[in-house]
């Protein structure tokens, strides 16, 4: 099992940054991919963007790519922590932003997701 928590959400302005991070424990190596989805209300879940632990590539969605990046704990070196650095922020952002592992990216950027675990989630909300 793999717990997944999140941290980092809360309330800005257009124009502004957050960093979300998102903390693993349990048998992390058994998920090489970690990420982030977000669901706005009314809407389906969506991917964000997500890593690999063992080669390092990234992925993101369109909507968010120049603006949004994703980084993990290098100076540890272990599988435990992601975080997502969002700057630029839009009131189309504003959604619960939920945090993943799965066994490789690809899982992650499928449809539907073929995740293995998800952490709580954290609120993002953008004011106009």
């Known amino acids: 099992q793999v717990q997944l928590v999140e941290s980092g959400g809360g309330l800005v302005q257009a124009g502004g940054s957050l960093r979300l991070s998102c903390r693993a424990s349990g048998r992390t190596s058994s998920s090489d991919a970690m990420g982030w989805f977000r669901q706005a209300p009314g809407k389906e879940r969506e991917f964000v963007a997500a890593?690999?632990?063992?080669?390092?590539?990234?992925?993101?969605?369109d909507s968010v790519k120049g603006r949004f990046t994703i980084s993990r704990d290098i100076a540890r070196n272990a599988r435990n922590t992601v975080y997502l650095q969002m700057n630029s922020l839009k009131p189309e952002d504003t959604a619960s932003y939920y945090c993943?592992?799965?066994?490789?990216?690809?899982?992650?950027?499928?449809?539907?997701?073929?995740?293995?675990?998800w952490g709580q989630g954290t609120q993002v909300t953008v004011s106009s």
């Open positions: 890593l690999s632990w063992s080669g390092g590539s990234t992925a993101y969605a």
């Open positions: 993943a592992a799965a066994s490789r990216i690809a899982s992650m950027t499928s449809f539907p997701p073929r995740t293995n675990y």
